[in-house]
């Protein structure tokens, strides 16, 4: 879309492929974000692991 923007003189064309593109942009972070969020954030027990064994004195 962009480069068919690139070849006509009007405006509007320029508009509404920048429109465009910034619409995948913000859908592309959009997604990435929640799947980020609940793939890796989620990941883990969160405090609840184990805690490191004392060594009892002999």
């Not at 609840?48 to 060594?55: F, G, H, L, S, W």
């Given at each position: 879309m962009i480069?068919?923007?690139a070849q006509t003189?009007?405006?509007?064309t320029h508009l509404a492929a920048i429109?465009?593109?910034g619409l995948w942009v913000w859908l592309t972070v959009k997604l990435s974000a929640k799947l980020f969020r609940r793939?890796?954030?989620k990941s883990g027990a969160a405090g609840?692991?184990?805690?490191?064994?004392?060594?009892k004195p002999a």
């Open positions: 480069a068919r923007a003189p009007e405006l509007w429109v465009w593109q793939n890796v954030m609840a692991a184990e805690a490191p064994r004392a060594v």
